[in-house]
């Protein structure tokens, strides 16, 4: 019988800000983490990844490569990103040129379940829990759905 290649989560290569808290089990590398951030555990966060200062990111979410979050966010719990879109009909296996960027802009919730696809969301956004996010968000305002839709117009302070 053989044996399994154990590999151990953790924390590699990471530009931390000042005050950041990441409560452990997480595995983060590669990434680059703002100030007075909260990362929850079971939180995976890859190489290439972005996340502005004051944001938080509630356990078990993943946030896959090539994302940018904003300031003074909201991840929820069990969100996850996604970069691949299959569109070579299968996964992109290793195949980095096949996987799209996320932009997340500045004072955005996500809510719990939520799933995202490679797209840009604009400042000032509510997405509500188990949405799915499909295609760029250029207003503010509070977005439900599969796929996510505005259902309020929100006016920023």
């Known amino acids: 019988m053989t044996q399994p290649k154990i590999k151990e989560s953790g ?34 966060v890859q190489r290439d ?13 993943f946030i896959c490569e090539l994302v940018e979050i904003g300031h003074d966010c909201f991840v929820g719990h069990g969100v996850v990103f996604i970069n691949d879109l299959f569109s070579a009909g299968g996964p992109a296996r290793g195949d980095k040129s096949l996987w799209k ?3 997340v802009g500045n004072h955005v919730s996500i809510g719990s ?6 797209i840009s969301i604009c400042d000032h956004v ?13 207003v503010p305002g509070v977005y439900v759905g599969n796929p996510a839709r505005l259902i ?3 006016t920023p302070n």
């Open 11 to 44: 924390i590699v290569d990471v530009v931390f800000g000042e005050n950041v808290t990441v409560v452990k089990p997480a595995n983060l590398y590669g990434c680059e983490i703002g100030d007075n951030v909260f990362i929850g555990p079971f939180v995976e």
């Open 49 to 61: 990844v972005t996340i502005g200062d004051r944001t938080k990111v509630q356990s078990h979410s």
């Open 101 to 103: 960027r996320t932009r």
């Open 113 to 118: 379940n939520v799933t995202v696809l490679p």
């Open 126 to 138: 509510v997405i509500g829990a188990g949405s799915v996010v499909t295609k760029d968000i250029e």
């Open 152 to 154: 309020r117009k929100l």
